[in-house]
């Protein structure tokens, strides 16, 4: 029997979807428009063009780009050519850029019009690109007159391409930072992609009727799995910006009329605090969603004021379950107000003891799941993958509670990682470059509350004896090396670190006193 018959691939669903609602619109971004068929059309030229060009079954491809129509074809695309999407955090610098660039071995990069420069730049320190391509943004623009653009790799026929795809190849390798400096690849299967984008439509309540506005960046899974993959399989509307600000967002929610919008808490903050909130016919949004940190309850109340007619949902999860693996429904966000939720209808999840144990109600262990949402393992890396499987669970390396009803309360990472602004940051790699410092004898990186970014880098530092250091210091030195979002937003400067007799720091300790003192200083 021919295999494509009972195959399911993110490909198949896309012309599954658009063989029953072809003239209903699929993709607004800017001044483009497609419908189901035309989009379902432009994935099929693209295909042929790049493999026209080379691009072959199992080609890790990498992007490097804001949110637009062309990012969203180009994802469906690769599908349909069965090769691997490395979507890259345009926030990156470009030695970090290249380093994913070379471990992911890809030969072929897409970047948009205000990357070209960073692209370019990472791309030729030792990598093993050879094809650059032109992606073009939101807002109407021309390639430069060196590089192939995207309108040329549509010339091709709309035919649908035929490799021999099965629904366990990989779809996607997503770099997700740890503990470690340098970030891991995880890879997701067609499969896997699809059984969570089941979880989501199901726990989200995510319809066809549906006018989804997806502002938040495309590299990240969170937006492209849990949300745009979603309405493409249920045939919803999408609406796609790549400028994720209170006055792009609001008007583009007014206009066309969205009903669903997800946003960490820090962008829902923004929004209300923008002036033309009030003025703004939000009157159609009804389902609102937000994830990578928890609501604060007082933004909780401030949304069901001011926005009554929207439910809110909490998903929580990470890149390696594709991402969602719990949810907090609209029901229970002020009663379990801070939790991340229950399992979803394709994850089973536990918190269990160093044993492998599962917790009493209140006690705290780690996260495990089992779903066949998850990743296959980390590309390249069998330690860190044998390691996050041990025990016939995977290890979240995220710390909680749960209760007595079965939620689950995240209380600290394992991993130590900050969640800034919906962006994950690595303390040990932002430490790693304070140590550069001269005059910095030990630091010790945390994430500590904050109104707009929910969690704050914050840099705890020790000086050398006979050395002065300060804040603007410590600041403009990581902005020159690193990322913005990974830079320090506040720096301490303390005469220790707090430790257990055996030396290891004790960066809980420190986080529960300067949590007290930041609460102090906003009273």
Known sequence: MDASITRQTLGDLLRRT??????KPAIVCGEVSWTFREFDTVVNRLANGLAARGVALGDRVAILSRNSHAFAALRFALARL??????????????????????????????????????????????????????????????PADMTGFEQLLSA??????????????????????????????????????????????????????????????????????????????????VITGKPTPDSILPLLARHRINSFFAPPSIWIALMRAPAFDTTDLSALRKGYYGASIMPVEVLKEIARRLPQVRLWNFYGQTEI??????????????????????????????????????RPGEI???VHRSPQLLTGYFNDPERTAAAFEGGWFHSGDLATIDDEGYITVVDRK??????????????????????????????????????????????????AGHELTEPQVIAFC???????????????????????????LKRELRTRFEQEVKRGAS
């Open 157 to 238: 026929d709309a035919s649908e391409p035929a490799p021999a795809l099965d629904s366990r190849m990989p779809a996607q390798i997503i770099y997700t930072s740890g503990t470690e400096s340098l970030p891991k690849g995880a890879i997701l299967t067609h499969e896997a992609v699809c059984w969570e984008y089941v979880s989501c439509v199901i726990e989200g309540e995510i319809s066809a009727t549906d006018t989804l506005l997806h502002a938040l960046p495309l590299y990240h899974c969170a937006q492209l799995d849990v949300f745009l993959g979603p309405a493409i399989y249920v045939g919803a509307s999408s």
């Open 82 to 143: 069965g090769a691997v999407l490395v979507p890259i955090n345009f926030m990156l610098n470009a030695d970090e850029v290249a380093y994913i660039l070379r471990h992911a071995g890809a030969q072929t990069l897409f970047v948009g019009p205000d990357m070209l420069t960073l692209g370019r730049e990472a791309a030729s320190r030792d990598t093993r690109v050879t094809r650059t391509y032109w992606l073009p943004g939101e807002d109407p623009a021309a390639p």
């Open 415 to 464: 991993k130590d990682m900050i969640k800034t602004g919906g962006e994950n940051v690595a303390s040990r790699e932002v430490e790693e470059m304070v140590y550069r410092i001269d005059g910095v004898s030990e630091v010790a990186v945390v994430g500590l509350p904050d109104p707009y970014w929910i969690e704050a880098v914050t840099a705890v530092i020790v000086a050398k």
């Open 18 to 23: 658009a063989g029953r609602v072809p003239d």
């Open 322 to 359: 594709a991402p969602l693996a719990t949810v907090l429904k609209p029901e229970d966000q002020i009663r379990k107000a801070g939790s991340a939720g229950r399992p979803v209808l394709n994850v089973e999840t536990r918190v269990v003891d160093s044993d492998m144990q599962p917790v």
């Open 365 to 367: 262990g780690e996260i």
């Open 479 to 505: 902005k020159e090396r690193m990322a913005h979002f990974k830079v320090p937003k506040r720096v301490i400067l303390v005469d220790s670190l707090p430790k257990n007799p055996s030396g290891k720091l």
